[in-house]
């Protein structure tokens, strides 16, 4: 396990190797998400730990911001 960290260091960053840690805190098997996380985000051509927090940024702001559909024949909208 050890030696599959330090060979993603190199691979990515240590910061990127820290942050898929913090991430896994809660999975059922951490060491196979941390893995699955740095996969993904290697073959998303993340370099750098800014790159995943702009992601992470920009999926959070997505989320808050639905588009609201109104129902016109239920009389939603009118009034």
Do not use: F
Not at 5 to 30: F, G, H, I, N, Q
Not at 37 to 52: D, F, N
Not at 68 to 77: K, M, R, T, Y
Request: proline share 3%; aromatic share 6%; charged share 30%.
């Amino acid at each position: 396990m050890e030696q599959g960290l330090l060979d993603w260091c190199s691979a990515l960053s240590e910061d990127m190797v820290t942050e898929a840690m913090k991430r896994s805190s809660e999975a059922d098997k951490p060491y196979a998400y941390v893995q699955k996380v740095l996969s993904i985000w290697q073959a998303e051509g993340r370099t750098s730990l800014r790159e995943v927090q702009a992601k992470k940024e920009k999926t959070e702001a997505a989320s808050l911001y639905k588009p609201l559909v109104l129902d016109i024949e239920a009389g939603e909208g009118i009034g």
